[in-house]
Antibody, heavy 117, light 110 residues
Framework: EVQLVQSGGGLVRPGGPLRLSCAAS????????MNWVRQAPGKGLEWVSS????????YYADSVRGRFTISRDNAKNSLLLQMNSLRADDTAVYYC??????????WGQGTLVTVSS | QSVLTQPPSASGTPGQRVTISCSGS????????VYWYQQLPGTAPKLLIY???QRPSGVPDRFSGSKSGTSASLAISGLRSEDEAHYYC???????????FGTGTKVTVL
């Protein structure tokens, strides 16, 4: 059974760092394109970043480029999102999701990131 | 700010057919596949439609997708109370090199 289990959210001060993890089971994260999507409180979905299957192509939303870094830990079969220089408008529930051309087919449970002093 | 525009709300009575539109441009819907996601309250989104009109295994055939030019639509036939949710379209945008979600539509079953 395919499952994505997220961890790493929480409260962080403006300007601080935070790292999110998404542990996969039932498939290898290196075999699929992996993605991060976020949803601010009461708002719609916003795509954050994708790391293509081969790992050579990485894409970021303009709102996070230069501050966030997506990567894979193949040894732990996990997707990571390193978030630096966090701002209040980064406050959101962050979801990891697998897939690309066939759609984002599996999603994590989501983890809340709150940026506040 | 999303480049895919959806109506904020749609509604219908049980058994009715509801259609949700998604308007984009030549750089996203016009050139690439459209996807539809359903988000029930308090849960992660779920893939409903991929490749414009394909349903993943397990998605009822009451849900159907279509695309024409720079617009797409999601139709829900035989509306049921459990269909009450937010629905989002999505597509890759070649000009911006970003994945874009629509503004979202809340479907209410009256």
């Amino acid at each position: 059974e395919v499952q994505l289990v997220q961890s790493g959210g929480g409260l962080v001060r403006p300007g601080g760092p935070l790292r999110l993890s998404c542990a996969a089971s039932g498939f290898s994260v290196s075999s699929k394109t992996m993605n991060w999507v976020r949803q601010a409180p009461g708002k719609g979905l916003e795509w954050v970043s994708s790391i293509v299957q081969s790992s050579s192509d990485i894409y970021y939303a303009d709102s996070v480029r230069g501050r966030f870094t997506i990567s894979r830990d193949n040894a732990k079969n996990s997707l990571l999102l390193q978030m630096n220089s966090l701002r209040a408008d980064d406050t959101a529930v962050y979801y990891c999701a697998s897939g690309w051309a066939g759609g984002f087919d599996y999603w994590g449970q989501g983890t809340l990131v709150t940026v506040s002093s | 700010q999303s480049v895919l525009t959806q109506p904020p709300s749609a509604s219908g009575t049980p058994g009715q057919r509801v259609t949700i539109s998604c308007s984009g441009s030549s750089s996203n819907i016009g050139r690439n596949y459209v996807y539809w996601y359903q988000q029930l309250p308090g849960t992660a989104p779920k893939l409903l439609i991929y490749g414009n009109d394909q349903r993943p295994s397990g998605v009822p055939d009451r849900f159907s997708g279509s695309k024409s030019g720079t617009s797409a639509s999601l139709a829900i036939s035989g509306l049921r109370s459990e269909d009450e949710a937010h629905y989002y379209c999505a597509a890759w945008d070649d000009s911006l090199s970003v994945y874009v979600f629509g503004t979202g539509t809340k479907v209410t079953v009256l």
